[in-house]
C-alpha cells in the first residue's frame, strides 16, 4: 500500500497537546514529537475492530505481545529478547521514574548527557537524586562524547546509574558501537547500571545504524535496562505503550515490583492491540514514513542553506527531531521562542529546556506534511529576517 504523508489530517479540536496548546487558530507546530501522520491502515483495523467489540474491560497481556515485541526487536536490530525478560509499562517516561525510585536512595547521583531529552531532569530530581551531566561537546557542527569526563563522573561512587539516550535527543545522533562499548566498559568499571532509553531506534537514516546497547556482549546485557516502545516509530504516543527489557533476574524482579507499586504496569487493550499489529504489520508504512520524513530533512537543510544561512543545522542520524544552531541571532532561545509564537504563531521547543549549553538552540518536529513544513520554515524566515538589531 502507498500511504500519502502529503494529506493534512485536522489535528484541532482532537485535544492534541501539540496543536491545542495555545490559542492561535493558524498555529504551525512543529515541536511537541508526535507525528501528522495517521497510523497505517493495519493499526487502524486493528483498533477499529478492537473498539467494536464494544467492551473495554481490564486486560491481560497475552503471549501475542511478547512474540510482537520479541520479533521485531530480533528482525529489525538482532536483540534477541527472552520473553521473561519482557515487562510491558505505560510508557517509557514513568517506567524511568519507577527504575530510578527503586534503583537509587536520596542523595544518589544518576548520569545523563546534556543537552537531552527534558524528562531525564525530572525524572531524577523527583525521587530525591541529584543530576551529574557528562556534557556533549559540540565540535564542528557535531556532537560527540567526552569519554575522559565521563570516566570522571561515573567513577564517583554516588553515581550509581547512567541514563543513556540512543538514539540521542535532541542531538540527533546514532552512537557508534565503538562509543557504545567505551560507555559501557566505564560503567561496568564504576558499577554503574546503564537505564538505555532506546524509543528512538527504529527512526535512524541511511548511513548508521542503531545498536541496542544490550546486544554488545553479556555483560552489557546483564548491566542494561533498555526502553523501547512503538510509540515514536508508529505514530502511537496516545496509546500509552512500552516494553522495558531486563536480562538480569534478580534487577529484573525489581523493577517488575517498582511497575506493580507505582501502579503502571496495567496497560489497556488498546494499547496491547495497537503495539501488536504495529510490530506485526507497520514495517511498510515505517519505511515509506522514513523516505518522507528523510526527504523533509532534504528540503529544511535546503531551504536553511539559501534563506537562512547563519542558522546551522545539526546532521539528523536518527529521529525526527532536527536540532538547530541559533547563535549567531545573538538571542535567548526562550525569547525567540516567545517572538516566534507571538509574531509568527509558530511553535518550536527551546533549547534552554535541554539542559546546559542548549540556550542559543531550538528543535524542529519534522514529521509533518511537507506543505506544514513550508509554512513553517516560511514563517521563521519572516521572523529571523525582522530581528531588531542588538
Same mark, same amino acid.
Given at each position: 500500500?502507498?500511504?500519502?504523508?502529503?494529506? @493534512?489530517?485536522?489535528?484541532?479540536?482532537?485535544?492534541?497537546?501539540?496543536?491545542? #496548546? #495555545?490559542?492561535?487558530?493558524?498555529?504551525?507546530?512543529?515541536?511537541?514529537?508526535?507525528?501528522?501522520?495517521?497510523?497505517?491502515?493495519?493499526? @487502524?483495523? =486493528?483498533?477499529?475492530?478492537?473498539?467494536?467489540?464494544?467492551?473495554?474491560?481490564?486486560?491481560?497481556?497475552?503471549?501475542?505481545?511478547?512474540?510482537?515485541?520479541?520479533?521485531?526487536?530480533?528482525?529489525?536490530?538482532?536483540?534477541?529478547?527472552?520473553? %521473561?525478560?519482557?515487562? &510491558?509499562?505505560?510508557?517509557?517516561? &514513568?517506567?524511568?521514574?519507577?527504575?530510578?525510585?527503586?534503583?537509587? %536512595?536520596?542523595?544518589?547521583?544518576?548520569?545523563?548527557?546534556?543537552?537531552?531529552?527534558?524528562? *531525564? +531532569?525530572?525524572?531524577?530530581?523527583?525521587?530525591?537524586?541529584?543530576? /551529574?551531566?557528562?556534557? !556533549?561537546?559540540?565540535?564542528?557542527?557535531?556532537?560527540?562524547?567526552d569519554f575522559v569526563d565521563f570516566e570522571t563522573k561515573a567513577s564517583d561512587p554516588k553515581v550509581k546509574?547512567? @541514563?543513556?539516550?540512543?538514539?540521542?535527543? &535532541? $542531538?540527533?545522533?546514532?552512537?557508534?558501537?565503538?562509543?557504545? %562499548?567505551?560507555l559501557g566498559e566505564i560503567c561496568l568499571k564504576h558499577n554503574v547500571l546503564v537505564i538505555s532509553d532506546?524509543?528512538?531506534?527504529?527512526?535512524?537514516?541511511?548511513?548508521?545504524?542503531?545498536?541496542? +546497547?544490550?546486544?554488545?556482549? #553479556?555483560? +552489557?546485557?546483564?548491566?542494561?535496562?533498555?526502553?523501547?516502545?512503538?510509540?515514536?516509530?508508529?505514530?502511537?504516543?496516545?496509546?500509552?505503550?512500552?516494553?522495558?527489557?531486563?536480562?538480569?533476574?534478580?534487577?529484573?524482579?525489581?523493577?517488575?515490583?517498582?511497575?506493580? /507499586?507505582?501502579?503502571?504496569?496495567?496497560?489497556?487493550? *488498546?494499547?496491547?492491540?495497537?503495539?501488536?499489529?504495529?510490530? #506485526?504489520?507497520?514495517?511498510?508504512?515505517?519505511?515509506?514514513?522514513?523516505?518522507?520524513?528523510?526527504?523533509?530533512? @532534504?528540503?529544511?537543510?535546503?531551504?536553511?542553506?539559501?534563506?537562512?544561512?547563519? !542558522?546551522?543545522?545539526?546532521?539528523?542520524?536518527?529521529?525526527? !527531531?532536527?536540532?538547530?544552531?541559533?547563535?549567531?541571532?545573538?538571542?535567548?532561545?526562550?525569547?525567540?521562542?516567545?517572538?516566534?509564537?507571538?509574531? =509568527?504563531?509558530?511553535?518550536?521547543?527551546?533549547?534552554?529546556?535541554?539542559?546546559?549549553?542548549?540556550?542559543? *538552540?531550538?528543535?524542529?518536529?519534522? $514529521?509533518?506534511?511537507?506543505?506544514?513544513?513550508? %509554512?513553517?520554515? $516560511?514563517?521563521?524566515?519572516?521572523v529571523l529576517l525582522n530581528l531588531p538589531k542588538e
Amino acid at each position: 500500500m502507498i500511504y500519502n504523508f502529503d494529506k @493534512i489530517i485536522d489535528r484541532r479540536g482532537t485535544d492534541s497537546v501539540k496543536w491545542n #496548546q #495555545q490559542d492561535y487558530a493558524d498555529l504551525i507546530p512543529l515541536w511537541v514529537a508526535d507525528m501528522d501522520f495517521p497510523a497505517s491502515k493495519e493499526i @487502524i483495523d =486493528a483498533l477499529t475492530t478492537r473498539v467494536q467489540h464494544g467492551i473495554y474491560g481490564y486486560a491481560k497481556v497475552p503471549n501475542a505481545f511478547y512474540e510482537a515485541v520479541s520479533d521485531w526487536s530480533n528482525r529489525k536490530h538482532g536483540f534477541h529478547l527472552q520473553r %521473561e525478560w519482557i515487562l &510491558p509499562v505505560l510508557g517509557v517516561v &514513568p517506567a524511568l521514574s519507577a527504575i530510578v525510585a527503586a534503583l537509587t %536512595e536520596t542523595g544518589d547521583k544518576v548520569l545523563i548527557q546534556e543537552p537531552v531529552y527534558h524528562c *531525564f +531532569f525530572s525524572s531524577i530530581e523527583r525521587n530525591g537524586c541529584e543530576v /551529574v551531566s557528562n556534557d !556533549l561537546l559540540y565540535k564542528d557542527g557535531q556532537y560527540v562524547i567526552d569519554f575522559v569526563d565521563f570516566e570522571t563522573k561515573a567513577s564517583d561512587p554516588k553515581v550509581k546509574l547512567f @541514563i543513556l539516550c540512543s538514539p540521542h535527543n &535532541p $542531538a540527533g545522533r546514532v552512537w557508534t558501537k565503538a562509543e557504545l %562499548e567505551r560507555l559501557g566498559e566505564i560503567c561496568l568499571k564504576h558499577n554503574v547500571l546503564v537505564i538505555s532509553d532506546e524509543i528512538h531506534c527504529d527512526l535512524v537514516f541511511e548511513g548508521h545504524q542503531h545498536i541496542p +546497547f544490550g546486544t554488545i556482549n #553479556q555483560a +552489557f546485557l546483564a548491566n542494561t535496562i533498555t526502553c523501547i516502545a512503538p510509540s515514536k516509530t508508529f505514530n502511537l504516543a496516545g496509546l500509552q505503550v512500552a516494553a522495558v527489557i531486563v536480562a538480569d533476574p534478580i534487577l529484573n524482579k525489581k523493577v517488575q515490583d517498582a511497575f506493580l /507499586v507505582n501502579e503502571i504496569a496495567s496497560i489497556s487493550p *488498546f494499547a496491547i492491540t495497537g503495539l501488536i499489529a504495529a510490530y #506485526q504489520q507497520g514495517e511498510d508504512w515505517l519505511q515509506q514514513a522514513l523516505a518522507y520524513i528523510y526527504n523533509n530533512y @532534504i528540503y529544511l537543510k535546503s531551504y536553511m542553506a539559501e534563506h537562512l544561512p547563519a !542558522l546551522k543545522i545539526i546532521p539528523l542520524e536518527g529521529t525526527y !527531531l532536527v536540532w538547530v544552531d541559533c547563535t549567531a541571532l545573538n538571542i535567548s532561545s526562550r525569547k525567540l521562542g516567545q517572538i516566534l509564537l507571538k509574531e =509568527a504563531h509558530l511553535q518550536v521547543n527551546v533549547g534552554a529546556m535541554y539542559g546546559k549549553g542548549s540556550d542559543s *538552540f531550538i528543535r524542529l518536529n519534522i $514529521a509533518c506534511s511537507r506543505s506544514i513544513l513550508q %509554512e513553517g520554515l $516560511a514563517r521563521l524566515k519572516q521572523v529571523l529576517l525582522n530581528l531588531p538589531k542588538e
